[in-house]
């Protein structure tokens, strides 16, 4: 059975990436390919290792039905780039930070999360970045999980001809 993995990444690996992962779990399982797409989030910084998602993101997750409790901030490592097919970033910092320690030819491996929302999503056409909520209000919490919802769904579009192929 062919699989695919990715790895959202941001900045702290406690707002956005681990509200990207808890998004994509449930429109992988909701999709029945949850066996195939393999799922984990990544922060490039260092200060949350350990730490669950911000409660902001945790609330504002609940309340569209997805689970983020049992996640925990963990730091992006260069051996992540030979476990993961795809490193999905959520802003351009976190593109840069990602090429820094990328070891030689894994440079494709890294995306920005946008790019999978469908071009025809007039919401998102010309949106490169998941902006940081963590400095912001409620809205930026709930910005985020719109983009992840529109992106994820693309995502999923995108890798499924390769699962069956
Ligand atoms: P994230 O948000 O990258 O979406 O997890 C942030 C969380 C924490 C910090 C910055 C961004 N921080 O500076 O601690």
Redesign the pocket.
């Known amino acids: 059975m062919k699989t695919v993995s990715v790895c959202f990444v941001?900045?702290?690996?406690?707002?956005?990436?681990p509200t990207a992962e808890g998004v994509m779990r449930h429109l992988v399982d909701e999709a029945k390919l949850a066996e195939r797409i393999l799922i984990d989030s990544a922060?490039t910084g260092d200060?949350?290792i350990g730490a669950p998602p911000d409660q902001r993101a945790q609330q504002a997750a609940t309340q569209r039905g997805y689970e983020l409790a049992a996640l925990r901030g963990r730091q992006i490592a260069a051996t992540d780039f030979e476990r993961f097919d795809l490193l999905i970033a959520?802003d351009d910092k976190n593109v840069a930070a990602l090429r820094q320690m990328c070891p030689p030819g894994q440079r494709d491996k890294i995306r920005l999360l946008m790019e999978f929302a469908p071009q025809t999503d007039s919401r998102w056409s010309g949106t490169r970045e998941v902006t940081?909520?963590?400095f912001g209000g409620a809205e930026g919490f709930e910005q985020v999980l719109d983009q992840c919802e529109a992106a994820c769904r693309g995502l999923i579009a995108a890798l499924r001809p390769q699962l069956f192929t």
């Open positions: 941001c900045l702290g690996n406690i707002c956005r990436s922060g200060w949350h959520m940081d909520p963590y």
